[in-house]
């Protein structure tokens, strides 16, 4: 089945961002250590397992196929490229690198990961606020310029500005989130499960969570996940929904919602966070020091023009922040 529609002229495009992107990197941080170019602020680095309890049949592919239970690494982060306080508007995002077999996390984590993880990453909202790649080479154009209001309404012409782009944004960074783990994270993007192209959802599950209000504090998403894996776990069912009409629930555009009416969430997972503490200079660490990409898969290949470029953005970025900060060689 062809799940994918490639553009004339992305390969160019995506050497046209990267190279921008690496640019912005560099010139940023020109001495010392470099942080992540955007999720730059990290939450905490936590511990979870993954448990594959039995999804629908038709959804037993790859990761999913049978029943296991996994460790797991967790990221949580502000999706800004700038560390902020955490009542600004921002997108939350939540990067989990599930390992793949038993060999101990030093000797999967610095070296080449094929094989050994499936990282799934996500972020608060059910869209990104890009199309695809042409669009994305302006965003990054307009970002370097440090105009990125530009993107969504540049020119004079109303009728070529990107509401519904704007749109989608604003449905990420001005959700009220009070506790990171009490939130829904979906994929956006689509990646391959079997021989569908599927989005997953992260949604909360489990005993009723502590209740905490924003507060003052910058750090105030830090300190209640603290306080909450403190007091009592947490966890997250793992759901996942394949396209099936391939016209309303596009592969190349990840702007738009695919409707549940026509496909529905189904569960495949479940992911356990236990009692823990996180807000320690080990952990926060690891939270620098590790890489997460879509490209960390075996079976679940990611897909449309947004997860291109993003398999070409990741590990280069990646690599980059990482042999700076001497993480690798
Ligand atoms: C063209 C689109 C995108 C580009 C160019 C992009 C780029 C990046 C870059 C450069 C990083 C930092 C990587 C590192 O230093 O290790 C990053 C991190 C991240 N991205 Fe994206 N991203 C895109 C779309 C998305 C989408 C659609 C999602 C999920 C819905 C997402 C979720 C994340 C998360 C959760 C992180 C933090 C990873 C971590 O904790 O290490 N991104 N992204």
Redesign the pocket.
């Known amino acids: 089945m062809t799940l994918e529609t490639v553009p004339a002229g992305e390969e160019q495009d995506i050497k046209t ?1 990267l190279a921008s ?1 690496k640019q912005t990197a560099e010139n940023g941080e020109p001495t010392g250590s470099m942080g ?4 730059r602020k ?1 939450h905490g680095l936590l511990e979870a397992t993954l448990t594959i309890d039995g999804g629908p049949e038709h959804l037993r592919f790859g990761l999913f196929e049978r029943p296991g239970t996994y460790q797991c690494l967790i ?1 949580f ?1 502000n ?1 800004s490229g700038k560390v902020q306080k955490d009542s600004a508007p921002d997108v939350r ?3 989990i690198k599930v390992k793949l077999n038993d060999r101990d996390w030093s000797d999967v984590l610095y070296e080449n990961e094929t094989g050994n993880t499936q990282d799934i ?3 608060n909202g059910k869209v ?1 606020f ?1 199309r695809d790649v042409a669009d ?1 080479v302006e965003f990054t154009r307009q970002n370097a310029n440090g105009t990125p209001l530009k993107f969504f309404f540049g020119g004079y012409n109303p009728f070529r500005w990107r509401f519904h782009e704007a749109m989608c944004l604003a449905g990420s960074i001005f959700e009220a989130v009070s506790n990171l783990l009490t939130i829904r994270y ?4 689509a990646f391959q499960i079997g021989p569908y192209a599927g989005k997953f959802l992260l949604v909360p599950s489990g005993q009723p969570a502590p209740q905490f209000k924003r507060n003052t504090s910058p750090n105030f998403l830090r300190e209640t996940m603290a306080n909450h894996l403190m007091i009592q776990p947490a966890s997250f069912d793992l759901l996942i929904q394949v396209q099936s009409l391939p016209d309303k629930m596009p592969v190349e555009d ?1 702007t738009v919602e695919w409707d549940e009416k026509l496909s529905p969430f189904y569960k495949v997972g479940t992911l356990h966070l236990p009692v823990q503490q996180f807000d320690n200079a080990r952990c926060d660490k690891l ?1 620098e020091s ?4 879509p490209g960390h898969t075996v079976h679940h290949r990611p897909l449309g023009g ?1 997860n291109r ?2 398999m070409a ?2 590990s280069a ?2 690599a980059l ?1 990482r042999r700076r900060n001497g993480v690798l060689k």
């Open positions: 961002i992107l992540h170019l955007v999720h990290a990221r982060s999706g995002g939540v990067a990453l996500m972020s990104f890009v994305y979906g994929s956006q993007t990840p939270a590790l890489s997460f990409t947004i470029v993003r953005v990741y970025l990646s922040r």
